[in-house]
């Protein structure tokens, strides 16, 4: 009860200056900036293939989409073999009245696809501005059969590629905690992610990932800085994103996180936890979780990464003239610190 009224007290002191969300934030105009991709609807094109002697017939999608058909029945579905056998097994899948069911409903829960093809155009818009040199992804949609959510991949010609796993964003009323007692993916802090609301989100999260120079980290402050980062970025690939939905905490968490800002920081400094070489206490603060060790029930995981986030944005305020990805390329954390001066009231 302490240490719950000690956070709750400092947040009254501080929330002036710490619990706006400033969506204030100069936000380009990418509205002319010219994007060229595709969107396949690879579920829909599984439903619409032939079927004789209860034996669906791939071949047209192996021979349409080589790249994307091999991954999607060897890797994701798991199936070996040779080409033919491996063909063959995919017929027989897509014959069973099941599985068949199974890619209707997703397919048909996204009929509609408009509003996602045009939040995922304007993020790939933002994408061009801040990385000229970035090519917008193709995207496939596709049933992963609980296996993946989204994911990066090379196409046919060699050209990056996002898969998009749908049965991931089936929403609320999907009984996806069910299934948690088995796969814990499936907890509900992770699960309530699982809704269309999400999708060009974590679309775009792959993307950061893919642009982030692999930095196994040391400590608890190399962490938080690295995954602030690529959390500072991605903001501004989904700039018109809720703040629940970007961090995917609730927004009684977001509004927490906020309003602790300085509280946070002093835990860390207290306690003595930012040169911290834990594995464990590391991955529990950076890595989702159901709330963060040390702090109040109320502080969501990844309490760290928000405030890894605080000092690259108090660090590209100072210096605007870094671009996003020498932001991503910085490793000395403790010099990122040092230039960022960054102390919350």
Not at 79 to 91: E, I, L, M, T, Y
Not at 98 to 110: A, H
């Amino acid at each position: 009860m302490y240490l719950h009224q000690l956070w709750f007290t400092c947040a009254l002191l501080f929330s002036a200056a710490a619990c706006s969300s400033d969506k204030s934030k100069h936000i380009p105009d990418v509205s002319d900036i010219p994007v060229d991709w595709s969107l396949i609807r690879f579920e829909k094109e599984l439903l619409s293939l032939d079927s004789a002697n209860g034996l669906v017939n791939t071949e047209p999608v192996f021979e349409k989409y080589p790249a994307f058909s091999d991954l999607y029945f060897r890797e994701i579905l798991g199936f070996r073999g040779s080409p033919d056998s491996v063909q063959n097994a995919a017929g027989r899948l897509l014959a069973e009245p099941g599985y068949r069911k199974w890619l209707d409903t997703c397919s048909s829960v996204f009929s509609n696809f408009e509003k996602y093809r045009e939040e995922l155009d304007r993020s790939f818009r933002f994408l061009r501005y801040y990385f000229p040199e970035k090519k917008a992804p193709d995207v496939y949609t596709l049933v992963s059969e609980f296996s993946i959510g989204n994911f990066i991949f090379q196409d046919q010609n060699g050209a990056e590629a996002i898969g998009i796993g749908l049965d991931f964003f089936l929403g609320p009323e999907f009984p996806y905690p069910l299934m948690a007692r088995e796969f814990p993916a499936f907890s509900q802090y992770l699960s309530r992610s699982f809704t269309p609301e999400h999708m060009t989100r974590k679309s775009m999260a792959v993307i950061v990932e893919d642009l982030s120079p692999s930095l196994p980290p040391a400590n608890l402050l190399e962490a938080m800085i690295h995954e602030g980062k690529k959390m500072y970025v991605l903001e501004k690939l989904v700039p018109f994103a809720e703040d629940s939905v970007l961090w995917e905490f609730t927004p009684r968490q977001f509004e927490w996180v906020q309003q602790n800002e300085g509280a946070i920081w002093r835990h860390f400094i207290k306690d003595e936890l930012l040169y911290s070489t834990d594995r464990t206490l590391i991955q529990k603060l950076t890595l989702a979780s159901p709330n963060s060790p040390g702090m109040p029930l109320e502080a969501p995981g990844r309490a760290a990464v928000f405030t890894g986030y605080k000092i690259i944005e108090q660090l590209h305020r100072r210096e605007p003239e870094l671009s996003l990805q020498d932001l991503l390329n910085l490793r000395d954390a403790q010099d990122i610190l040092s230039r960022a001066r960054y102390k919350p009231r």
